[in-house]
């Protein structure tokens, strides 16, 4: 089992920042990445960003591309967003997702999930 917990939601303005974390324990080994997805109100669950564990080559969704970044720290094995000029239509719950294949930018690739972080931003 591997247990994910989020933190670094919050409000903000458009146009300004926030930086999630996810922090990983338990049964961590032999994951190829991780990645984020977020779900806003009324709409299915979307990719948002994913990173290789080993590799560290990231993948992003075109709607968030130049404007959100996704790292991993090993020493703490974790996962970070930072997102930038954050829009109104940003505004989601945020979930941090362990993969146990391939391709990162599906849903059904992750096998554990975190509680999921909420982000809003006012316009």
């Known amino acids: 089992q591997v247990q994910l917990a989020e933190s670094g939601g919050g409000l903000v303005q458009a146009g300004g920042s926030l930086r999630l974390s996810c922090a990983a324990s338990?049964?961590?080994?032999?994951?190829?990445?991780m990645g984020w997805f977020r779900q806003a109100p009324g709409k299915e669950r979307e990719f948002v960003a994913a990173?290789?564990?080993?590799?560290?080559?990231?993948y992003y969704a075109d709607s968030v591309k130049g404007r959100f970044t996704i790292s991993r720290d090993y020493v703490k094995n974790s996962v970070y967003l930072q997102m930038n000029s954050l829009k109104s239509e940003d505004t989601a719950v945020y979930y941090c997702?362990?993969?146990?294949?391939?391709?990162?930018?599906?849903?059904?690739?992750?096998?554990?999930w975190g509680q999921g972080t909420q982000v809003t931003v006012s316009s």
């Open positions: 997702a362990s993969a146990g294949g391939l391709p990162l930018d599906k849903s059904y690739t992750y096998r554990y």
């Open positions: 990173i290789t564990w080993s590799g560290g080559t990231t």
């Open positions: 338990g049964r961590t080994f032999s994951r190829p990445g």
